[in-house]
């Protein structure tokens, strides 16, 4: 039924019509030196699959991605990015914006001894350490309009291994974005690299449990959500 | 030529019929966490060319490979792993073989403080410190016999940004492999993750320098070579 009012929508202008959307996907990389880098497991499947979503409501999207290896979405502007300081430029240039959703896995910490030439392993000498700095926060400066405008509705991802819901609660406070998705990533869950999700969609009223749904399906009823939300007269 | 070659090769069983090969190609992976870990930029291709050359030269080729996004070569069994230590595992069940081609960034250190659930950013919390522990040496190891039968052939790569050469020489005496490929992979080079190469042969005797070529014709290349050295009657 989700694909058929998504399908039905095609129609017509599309409820976010004149509705403009920035979207984060896919993991950010950080490097070590010029050939070693710390990544995470995010495919971008999802947040890909949420900027065709709401391109498809009609809304006119920016696609903020890390590096992945899927093909790009149909009808949506895409900038590529590496790491979560390059991410954030890239948001800001892309606001102001209705709404931004934050999809990517953006990594909390950067190198802090970044090397210039490649790491040598030496005969005797003990391992290096790699020594981390916090990153930019990218969903609470979207959410706090810290060097930018607010978007009128910010979406956050959590992605978590553990006590998922506390965590979750907890980030939509912290970072003050107006929803939170929750997503485990566990091992096993098959949500990092898999093609279905099962989320829980988290705000200041409480939580919704969503059912095992294809990312395609997930994005398709964010998007309606969002368009609830947001779309025409809204 | 060299295509040539190994068209006219193709007719008949093949210079490297009847010998067994083992290819490893791409990166390995070290966990941090669930979520994170460290990662290097290769690509797979030239690893993967080197696989489907020498099968191209009727070897029959084991091809270990790390996580690449590249399609299997065709006439190659694949293995594939992670991290490491897999590697190595894999590498070692597929011995005995006629000759080894190390093409894989394997990385030199793996994580020694990984953690079981994902890292949490806490407010007020100094940044996690990752500590690094050596890899096993499957280069070297293989070169050695440790633990495994030592091909007649052992060829290693060598993937540096600084003092190529130097640095190449100095791997074949430590390693007691019988050649090095030096490869040039400093940014700007186009070397991780493109198309085409710059390599040097270095074997006890001297350097070879190699013009820019496709990563298939380095592999072609190669291949002929070691046809030369184990090939019908060798």
Redesign the interface.
């Known amino acids: 039924e989700i694909l058929a009012a998504i399908e039905a929508a095609l129609g017509t202008p599309g409820p976010l019509a004149g509705k403009k959307a920035v979207v984060t996907s896919g993991p950010t990389?950080e490097a070590?030196d010029?050939?070693?880098?710390?990544?995470?497991?995010s495919s971008g499947k999802q947040g890909h699959a949420i900027a065709a979503a709401l391109a498809a409501l009609g809304a006119e999207v920016t696609l903020v991605s890390g590096p992945v290896?899927i093909p790009d979405p149909t009808g949506v502007k895409v900038v590529r990015v590496r790491s979560a300081s390059e991410m954030l430029d890239a948001v800001k240039a892309a606001l102001p914006a209705d709404m931004a959703v934050c999809a990517a896995?953006v990594?909390?910490?950067t190198v802090?001894n970044r090397a210039t030439?490649?790491?040598?392993?030496k005969a005797g000498a003990p391992?290096?350490?790699?020594?981390?700095?916090?990153n930019p926060d990218i969903l609470a400066a979207v959410s706090k309009g810290e060097g930018c405008s607010r978007p009128r509705l910010v979406v956050g991802f959590a992605?978590?291994?553990?006590t998922l819901l506390d965590?979750a609660r907890d980030k939509l406070a912290r970072k003050g974005c107006d929803w939170i998705v929750a997503n485990d990533?566990?091992?096993g869950t098959g949500t990092?690299g898999g093609d279905s999700n099962v989320v829980h969609l988290v705000d200041a009223k409480g939580v919704e449990d969503w059912p095992r749904l294809g990312k395609d399906e997930v994005a398709a009823r964010l998007a309606l959500r969002i368009a609830a939300v947001l779309g025409e007269g809204k």
């Open positions: 990389h070590i010029p050939v070693r880098y710390i990544a995470n497991h290896h896995a990594a909390d910490w802090a030439e490649k790491r040598k392993k391992p290096p350490v790699i020594e981390l700095a916090p992605a978590e291994t553990e965590n990533v566990s091992e990092f």
